[in-house]
């Protein structure tokens, strides 16, 4: 059964994942730029690393079939240093162009620090100027509510981006209603131990519908799982969903956000390798 995974860190993952992903059915992925297990100590290791989402990766994906697309940001991991962060964000027009670029991702809040808060802004800035669309990381925090409204606010108070072109991911039981109302779509993160499981994010779409809302494994360097989406949709299954809604969260939600740009495809893709 044909999937996107539209949220997930492939230069954490080896090669042997990306055949696995392509035999459970993958045909396409989105990477949002991240922190990479340690906070760089330089803008050209920033640099360095969009040439490897843009240059290398797709290469490393085209290998199985699978379209690779990617989002440019600093992560708000890396985020508390204003001068920094800015001189990187200063980078990343010039890659705005490659042909894999979906927008700007994936910026927000890590601790909810006024630093944090100023280079989102930027972000968005960037992110209105440029005509991108947005992908957005909530606290991994006991306040995540708190973290994802001031990620709204601040969208919402630049006022030059539509909600309906901004994804907030990492949603859980008490974050996705307000996410939802507010206009934005929402991702469901598949993790073995955090986030939400397979279950969870089951119970979450017999709660709360598959309007806007999609599912992604956001495999990293941490636990995780790059087939979590594939187990999603077998949980759905023995759960007696039908196969419209299990297309729907899984494939047909992320081609209809992502498809706002005209760079991302899901078309089959033939092998490289």
């Not at 991991?77 to 490659?98: G, M, N, Q, S, Y």
Request: proline content about 7%; glycine content about 6%; overall charge negative.
């Amino acid at each position: 059964m044909a999937y996107i995974d539209p949220h997930i860190h492939m230069v954490s993952r080896t090669t042997d994942d990306y055949r696995r992903m392509a035999l459970a059915g993958c045909v396409a992925i989105t990477e949002p730029a991240f922190w990479a297990g340690y906070d760089r100590s330089s803008p050209q290791g920033f640099f360095d690393y969009f040439r490897l989402l843009t240059e290398y990766e797709p290469q490393r994906a085209a290998q199985f079939g699978i379209r690779h697309h990617t989002w440019l940001c600093i992560n708000p991991k890396e985020a508390e240093d204003p001068v920094f962060a800015r001189e990187v964000i200063e980078l990343i027009p010039e890659f705005l162009e490659k042909p894999n670029v979906l927008g700007i991702g994936e910026i927000g809040l890590n601790k909810n620090s006024r630093n944090e808060l100023e280079i989102l802004e930027a972000h968005i800035d960037l992110a209105a100027k440029s005509g991108q669309m947005i992908l957005v990381h909530t606290p991994h925090l006991e306040d995540k509510l708190k973290g994802t409204k001031l990620i709204m606010d601040a969208i919402e108070s630049d006022g030059r981006v539509d909600p309906g072109r901004v994804l907030i991911d990492h949603v859980e039981e008490h974050t996705v209603r307000p996410v939802l109302d507010r206009g934005f779509w929402a991702g469901m993160t598949l993790y073995p131990d955090t986030k939400c499981t397979p279950q969870r994010a089951a119970d979450i779409i017999e709660m709360h519908g598959t309007e806007r809302l999609w599912i992604n494994s956001a495999g990293d360097w941490g636990p995780s799982d790059p087939l979590a989406v594939p187990k999603c949709q077998q949980e759905l299954r023995r759960r007696g969903h039908s196969q419209e809604t299990i297309d729907t969260i899984s494939f047909n939600n992320p081609s209809r956000f992502l498809g706002q740009s005209d760079r991302f495809s899901a078309e089959p893709l033939v092998p490289t390798a």
